[in-house]
Structure formats: structure tokens, C-alpha cells
């Protein structure tokens, strides 16, 4: 088999962990050649999301649709596979394994013991190497490959060996580089090789290999060019390589040469949604090559933002609606290894810290006590819902030589401190945090903590629930953890409304103060507000600290003038109020933000507007009822203060009630003469009379009556940039020719109904057609008991137009009886009517229209009786009784014929055949 298809070329991407086989793996797996394409396998889930209408690529992954696809590519036996019906390789099991580690999800990864399990079916413990699958060959790559899932995972199992695998791998080794068991030597399989070895044994002495891989590289490359893998990974797992060696062999010049290099392989075609990639073809970027590329370029210490961002959008463009990622939006191969390449970019571009949800403890609070002896700071690290393992935490303390790191625990990580070895004083924590896989470490999300190191410090106040006008007590303690009280320096405190200081205070620690008071004012605006004491000594100044939140509550009362018991809508609501505090009958401030709600008893908003105060505790409101329909006839009037800290005041004001007897409909436009068939159009407005102010967005419907019943309505709509109601719709074939009013009724809905309203100036309007039977036509045979189908085609006489929604019926008569059929609309002017007669004869249909029966045609149908004579009776069933008669003929030959033949002997037979023969 071969070995180099397991690497996969994808491999160590991003963190030089680990490869596959050698060239010949690349050519069985065919994951990813130089050279060719050998067995890729286009997607069978879907169209690309570009395919399918994308035409923004700047957009974000879809987390939710990868994290399924990558839970889908787990195998039964623990593995992951290349692709979704492919194998569960080492080299992908890889890939995914970090895919998994880098959302959050190792979990989902290593539960019931999977992975361990499909690692120990792959390792042959008599050589110490790894097969690149289960029923695969062991090789060096392959073996790295199983070394590096143990490393990034942690998974072990029984039957591992490590100083067999470092002498499995290093038994390999030749004077300067590596040759396999078939005999495959090479760049990468001396890449790997020195990798492995140095996880196993970091004091391994790896310089004599430097030369060999060196000996690929040439203008920015290192390249193999017998092996079929992309120049990108063979640059990039010798770079890792290298850097175990000897980072410093990488110098200023080859790092230049291999920028410039790496950049120009940057697609440079016409194809939009390709921009952004990279690859070693020209002319097919992959996202994973793409990954690589930008790897190599941070491993040697360049990053451009730009360049990042375009890579975004190639990636983008990329993911499949199964959640997967395609090599790239056109050629649609999709694999793990892209998936673990769109995560590499995102964390790159630095959007994977957007999934991130960081947050901190600090033991025992941000205030630590210098003889404190259990301080700890404690971080959770959550993505896309789950902690996050396998990262590390690194520290720095602003302004020191400290630095540490975090130690991972169950579910957050955690580092104790000393607060003697800080010393009193004001710290911040610095913290790196980034994947612990190799390659990644670079690629840091940073996040600061705060915190101070001094002394304990208590406040305490009394009353515990103050209101405005009360003595606040205030009780302050300032010790160490032990107990031991603090006699030198300076103890401040201040109260704080929002930005304002109310009260200040300052004493020395020698001879502290207790209690302090401060006199609230009988005025002072309700919420909340803030107490800080903080200490100043020769230590310095605010590193003992505390910050407490105090709430001031008080009920409101209320005095109203000028308040109607009624308004109609439009009216002036001007009222005056006078708000004072209850318990101390202080004037409530003018300095908070006071709106005036009209709501009904059980709570829906009718208007919520903003108003002003006019002086200390007095507020004026002029300001018009709404111009809309309200959902309740009973509305309360209620003022709410909002105070600091999201406390709000809610005062009822008064109850009223709101008349709609006055709204009136005055017509605009009224389209007249109007015919049968056509539109009915009118423009109006409505008002309330006592304020003449129009009605806004009321559901308004308008009706031709006759003979007191509906002939036809039509519902209003409202227009808001001309503040007019319009109406215009069909006028349907059930109005009688005349002249008529529309009538206007509007609809509350307090009631669930509608009711009329008054028209200021009536306008007639003229209806003029009659109907007219334009033809019809008959389905069926005209005979007594048989089914009868009749369309009429209707039509209005005078515009020829047909008519449709004809509220109508047929009277069906005969001299012996008279039944009566409604008429079936079809649309199009098109009705049916369907029966079934009881007697034979002539029968008279006369077409009527419901509201005024009018008639509008009479035809008649001749209906037969059913044939009696023979002759007609053959002719109508004759067929049908031969056919009868011959199938039942048949079926009698059948069952006579099979009877006899059971009859006959067996022996018979047999001989008769032999005399035939």
C-alpha cells in the first residue's frame, strides 16, 4: 500500500502534527496530489452554497450545519473519514480529531473509548508502529500520524509502547535521513520521522538531519519531486521540522525568499469566488492548501490582515449545505481536510474568538487581602456551548517578571497565586489563550483580568432599604484577612448618582469614624447608587477597594388638575401634575427621564411618549390623544419616571374614557356611473368631529346595500404618505341598476364588530349593467337518473365583460314538479349547476339572481327515459354480454382442460416424450 497517500498532504497544516505515509499513500488515498487527482470523489449532498444563489461570500461558516458534518464523518470503529463514505485513515482521524478539539467538541470525539480503541487496532505492537488504517500497512507516517492523536488528545491505551515506537522510528534512521520499511525514502518521510522522535523524546539529538532537508529546498520550496505531494506541504512540514532542529537555520534570507514565494501562488485568475485561495495548481486553490499557505507565511512571521480576509471569503464560498467544505466552490471535492482548513483560517483571521465565551473568578474576590494563602483565579472557556479543552492559558502580570500558567481542570482552568510574592498594589493579568496543539501557539486570544492586593475592606449601611430624607449610617472595616485591624493610611468614601458625587468623606485609619452619616435629601432622585471606600498609604493609592450598590426606593403620590372623565380621539390632553415623595412629601427631581403611558386595565400599550418636566416635582402635558383606534374605550393614564440603575416608577394617573360616537367619513373621490364587472373606487378620510382630526390606520369597511341586505363591500386601506383611505374593488353582479350610497362602518375592537359611522356629504353613485346567459353547455346524457352538468357562461350586456362572484340559482320545473339549484362560481364568469331528473319530458330552466330574483335567461332541456326494447337494449349493453359470454366460455375450457390433464399418468407422459423423441 502506499505510504505517502496518508499524508494526505493536508496533515500538519497547521500544526505540524502529523502526516501519513509517503508518496505512495498520497497516490492510494488520493486526498491530495501535485500531480494528479487520483480517487477524489465530487460531494452527493447537495449543491454549494454559491450554486444555490450566494451572492455575498462574506459571511460567516455555518457553525451549526459543520459541527453535524463533522459528528457524521465519525466511523463505528472511532475513526474519522476522509470523506462521508469514505475510510477512516490515520492521517484524517488526524485532521478531524483537530477539527473537533478546535470547535469545542473532543467530547463528542473520544466518548465510549472510541478513539483509544481504533489507535489500538492500528498499532502493531511487535515493531511499535502504526498501520495508516485498519487493515493497512505500518510506516514512519503513519506512526507520527498515531503519536500526534495521542499528543493533541490525550487518549492512551494498554497496549502502547513509547520506547518501542522511539526505537521503531530511530532503528529508521540513516546517517543524515530516513528510509521506510518498502524502501521509500524522501523529504517527507525524513520530515516526519524527525517530528516523531522529538515527541517521544525531546532530547533527541536531530541536527544530522538538518542537512538532507535542506537539501529540497530551493528559491522559497522545499520540494521532492519524485513525491506527488503539494510543494505547499512539503514546505510546510519542513519548516516544522526544521524548527525542532534548529529554528535558527530559518534565517532572515530564507524566510524572505519564502514569503515571496508563498504569495505569488496566490490565485491571481477571474474566477470571483476563488479569489482569496491558494494553491501550487495556478489554477485550483483549495481551501486547505489555502490554510497552508497562510501557516507557512506566520511561521515565519508575516501576516496581512487583507490578505487573511480574502481568504475568508474564499472560504466562505466554499461550504457545502451539508455543512461540509468543498476543496472550492467550483470543483466541489469535498473532505475532512478542508474542514480542518476552514478552521484553521477562521482561527487565524481571528473569528473563531467571536463563538468564544470567556469568564473569570477570582478567589477570594478582585479585592485580595495580602496574607490571603488560597488566592486563585479560575476562567472558563465555553464554544459553541461546551468548555473547551486541550487550550492553553498562558499569564503575564502587567509592569512584572511574573508569569505563569493556567492549569486545566474539569471545567474551567485555573492558577494560584501568592499575594505576598505581588506585594500590595493594583495588577493586571494578561492572559494568551490558543489551541495546546504545535503549530497554533501563535494564534492567541487575549484576555485581561483585574485585580488588588491589600487589605480586606467592609461596608455596611443602615437603614438597609433607605428613601429620600433618611440618615444613612455607614460602618467601615478595613483589616487584614486575619482579622487584624489596619491603623495606618487613609480611608475615603464617596457616593456617586450616575457621574455625580453626593457625599465624601475622609479619615484616617489611626482613629476610623463609625458610623458616618450622610443626610439624603428630602429631593434626591431614586435608584442607584454607588458607595466606594478606598484605601491610600505609603503602599499607595485605590489598592484596597470596594465598590457597593445602594437602592433608594420611595412610593410617588400624584396631584391632578384639568382632567376630563372623557376625550374623544384627537382631543388635547393638557393636564397639570404635582409629584411628591410619600414618605417625606419631597419634590420628586426634574432630572430623569419621565414618560406618560396610555395603556388598557389589563396592560396593552396605547401610546408611550416621551415628555418633559417643567420644574422641580411639576409636569405640564399638552399633547394630543392618539388619532387611532384604541384597544380598550377605558384607558389609563400612567407617568413612569426611569430612575438610575433600571429602576422605573410607575404612577397611575387617572382612569378615562375614550368616545368614538363623533367619527365621521368624509368621501374625497367616487368613481360614478359604474358597471357591473368593473372596480369600485372612492378615496374619504376619517375624522373625529370634535377634534377634526383624521383617524389613522383604523380598519375601515365600506357597503352597497339593498333591500336590506349587503350587495357588496369593500375594506379601506390607508395610505401614510397622503393620510387617505382608498377603496378599490370589484363590483360583483349581485347589485340591481340605481343609483346608492356607500354606507361606512368601522371597526373596534373592543366590541368584535364593526359599526356604522356617518358620511359628512353623501355621493351617489350610479350603478348600471344587466346580465346576460352568454351561452351554455351540457355534460351527460339527457335521460331520467342519469347525472346532468350545466355551465353558463354570464356576462354583463352592456361591456360585454364576463362576471364572476353571482349570487344566483336555476328553478328547474316541469308540469309535475319545480326544484331549485344554487349556481357553482367557477370564476371567470363561469357557473355550474348540476342535477339529476325524476321524470321524463320537457324541462323549463330559468337562471335567477338571488337578491332581487331577477331572471336573467330560460332555455329548456328535453329529457329522456331509459331504453326499454330489445333492440335498443343490445345496442346500449351488447358488448358488454358477449364479453360476458366469451369469458366465461374461456374460463370453462380452462378448468375442464386442467381437470382431465391431472387425469393423466405421469408414466405416460414420460414415455410419450421418449417416443416422440
Not at 509517503?22 to 501535485?34: D, E, H, I
Amino acid at each position: 500500500m502506499d505510504k505517502r497517500g496518508i499524508i494526505i498532504l493536508f496533515l500538519l497544516f497547521f500544526t505540524i502534527l502529523a502526516p501519513k505515509n509517503t508518496r505512495a499513500l498520497s497516490k492510494n488515498f488520493g486526498v491530495f496530489s501535485y500531480n494528479n487527482d487520483a480517487n477524489t470523489q465530487m460531494s452527493t449532498n447537495g449543491k454549494s452554497l454559491t450554486e444555490n444563489g450566494l451572492k455575498n461570500c462574506a459571511k460567516n461558516l455555518d457553525m451549526e450545519a459543520l459541527l453535524a458534518y463533522l459528528n457524521s464523518q465519525m466511523s463505528e470503529f472511532g475513526g474519522i473519514r476522509i470523506r462521508r463514505k469514505g475510510i477512516d485513515y490515520i492521517n484524517s482521524t488526524y485532521f478531524g480529531t483537530l477539527s473537533f478539539i478546535l470547535t469545542g467538541k473532543e467530547d463528542e470525539m473520544e466518548k465510549s473509548d472510541k478513539l483509544a480503541n481504533y489507535l489500538q487496532y492500528l498499532y502493531d505492537n511487535e515493531t511499535g508502529g502504526f498501520r495508516n488504517w485498519l487493515d493497512g500497512e505500518i510506516s514512519l507516517i503513519s506512526t507520527v500520524f498515531g503519536l500526534l492523536i495521542m499528543n493533541v488528545t490525550g487518549v492512551h491505551f494498554a497496549e502502547f509502547n513509547a520506547t518501542l515506537t522511539w526505537s521503531y522510528l530511530f532503528d529508521h534512521g540513516r546517517e543524515g535521513d530516513f528510509i521506510d520499511d518498502d524502501g521509500s525514502e524522501g523529504l517527507l518521510i525524513t520530515a516526519f520521522s524527525v517530528i516523531g522522535l522529538y515527541f517521544l523524546n525531546r532530547s533527541t539529538d536531530l541536527t544530522k538531519y538538518s542537512e538532507y532537508i535542506f537539501s529540497f529546498y530551493s528559491a522559497g520550496l522545499f520540494v521532492d519531486e519524485e513525491d506527488s505531494n503539494s510543494p505547499l506541504f512539503q514546505t510546510k512540514m519542513a519548516i516544522e521540522a526544521i524548527k525542532v532542529i534548529n529554528l535558527k537555520l530559518l534565517n532572515q534570507s530564507i524566510r524572505n525568499e519564502i514569503k515571496s514565494r508563498i504569495l505569488s501562488l496566490k490565485y491571481s485568475g477571474n474566477e470571483t469566488e476563488l479569489l482569496g485561495g491558494f494553491s501550487s495548481k495556478e489554477d485550483k486553490p483549495t481551501v486547505f492548501e489555502t490554510g497552508l499557505a497562510l501557516s507557512i507565511l506566520s511561521e515565519i512571521g508575516y501576516y496581512n490582515k487583507t490578505l487573511v480576509e480574502e481568504a475568508i471569503k474564499f472560504v466562505n464560498c466554499s461550504q457545502a449545505l451539508n455543512g461540509g467544505i468543498y476543496t472550492n466552490s467550483i470543483e466541489q471535492k469535498e473532505d475532512i481536510f478542508q474542514v480542518f482548513g476552514a478552521l484553521y483560517i477562521y482561527y487565524l483571521s481571528g473569528l473563531m474568538s467571536n463563538y468564544y465565551e470567556v469568564e473569570h473568578e477570582i478567589i477570594p474576590s478582585e479585592q485580595i487581602p495580602i496574607d490571603y494563602i488560597d488566592a486563585e483565579v479560575r476562567l472558563s472557556i465555553d464554544l459553541f456551548g461546551d468548555f473547551i479543552e486541550c487550550f492553553s492559558v498562558n499569564y503575564t502580570i502587567l509592569n512584572t517578571s511574573i508569569a505563569g500558567d493556567f492549569a486545566q481542570g474539569e471545567e474551567e482552568y485555573l492558577v494560584q497565586i501568592d499575594p505576598e510574592a505581588f506585594g500590595i498594589g493594583n495588577y493586571i493579568m494578561n492572559l494568551s489563550i490558543y489551541p495546546a496543539i504545535w503549530g497554533f501557539y501563535w494564534m492567541k486570544y487575549n484576555y485581561s483580568i483585574d485585580f488588588r492586593i491589600g487589605y480586606n475592606i467592609s461596608v455596611q449601611y443602615a437603614p438597609s432599604t433607605p428613601t429620600p430624607g433618611d440618615i444613612l449610617n455607614l460602618t467601615t472595616i478595613v483589616s487584614f484577612y486575619n482579622g487584624t485591624l489596619i491603623t495606618s493610611g487613609q480611608l475615603k468614601i464617596e457616593i456617586k448618582y450616575e457621574d455625580v458625587l453626593v457625599y465624601t468623606h475622609t479619615e484616617d485609619l489611626s482613629s476610623p469614624t463609625n458610623p458616618k452619616q450622610w443626610a439624603i435629601s428630602e429631593s434626591a432622585p431614586l435608584g442607584c447608587y454607588t458607595i466606594i471606600a478606598k484605601v491610600n498609604d505609603s503602599y499607595g493609592s485605590d489598592h484596597t477597594y470596594t465598590v457597593i450598590r445602594l437602592l433608594i426606593r420611595d412610593n410617588i403620590s400624584i396631584e391632578v388638575s384639568n382632567l376630563k372623565e372623557a376625550y374623544s380621539l384627537g382631543d388635547w390632553l393638557n393636564i397639570s401634575l404635582n409629584l411628591r415623595y410619600q414618605t417625606n412629601h419631597g419634590m420628586v427631581p426634574n432630572n430623569n427621564s419621565v414618560y406618560l403611558v396610555l395603556q388598557t386595565t389589563t396592560g396593552e400599550i396605547w401610546e408611550n411618549a416621551s415628555i418633559t418636566w417643567n420644574a422641580l416635582g411639576e409636569i405640564s402635558i399638552e399633547r394630543r390623544i392618539p388619532c387611532t383606534i384604541p384597544p380598550s374605550d377605558e384607558v389609563e393614564i400612567n407617568i413612569q419616571i426611569i430612575w438610575l440603575g433600571k429602576l422605573s416608577s410607575n404612577i397611575a394617573v387617572s382612569k378615562v374614557n375614550i368616545t368614538l360616537d363623533d367619527l365621521e367619513v368624509i368621501i374625497k373621490e367616487a368613481s360614478s356611473p359604474i358597471y357591473l364587472g368593473q372596480n369600485v373606487s372612492t378615496k374619504f378620510i376619517v375624522i373625529a368631529a370634535s377634534s377634526n382630526q383624521t383617524i389613522e390606520n383604523a380598519s375601515i369597511k365600506a357597503e352597497i346595500r339593498y333591500a336590506n341586505k349587503t350587495a357588496w363591500y369593500g375594506l379601506g386601506t390607508y395610505n401614510m404618505t397622503t393620510e387617505v383611505y382608498q377603496i378599490n374593488q370589484y363590483l360583483t353582479p349581485n347589485v340591481p341598476e340605481g343609483n346608492y350610497t356607500l354606507q361606512y362602518f368601522v371597526y373596534i375592537p373592543f366590541w368584535e364588530n364593526y359599526t356604522k359611522i356617518d358620511v359628512v356629504e353623501e355621493k351617489p353613485i350610479e350603478i348600471l349593467g344587466t346580465l346576460k346567459l352568454e351561452s351554455y353547455r351540457i355534460e351527460g346524457t339527457l335521460r331520467v337518473f342519469e347525472v346532468i352538468k350545466i355551465f353558463l357562461n354570464i356576462t354583463c350586456n352592456e361591456t360585454k365583460e364576463y362576471l364572476q362572484g353571482l349570487t344566483g340559482f336555476v328553478n328547474i320545473s316541469t308540469k309535475d314538479y319545480i326544484t331549485q339549484i344554487s349556481l357553482n362560481d367557477l370564476g371567470n364568469g363561469t357557473y355550474t349547476v348540476v342535477f339529476i331528473p325524476q321524470k321524463a319530458g320537457e324541462h323549463h330552466l330559468e337562471v335567477i339572481r338571488s337578491i332581487d330574483n331577477t331572471t336573467i335567461d330560460t332555455f329548456e332541456l328535453n329529457i329522456k327515459t331509459i331504453p326499454t326494447t330489445p333492440i335498443e337494449f343490445f345496442s346500449q349493453y351488447g358488448s358488454m354480454i358477449v364479453g360476458g359470454i366469451s369469458i366465461a366460455m374461456i374460463s370453462t375450457y380452462l378448468i375442464i382442460r386442467y381437470y382431465l390433464s391431472s387425469k393423466i399418468s405421469k408414466r405416460y407422459l414420460i414415455k410419450l416424450r421418449k417416443k416422440r423423441n
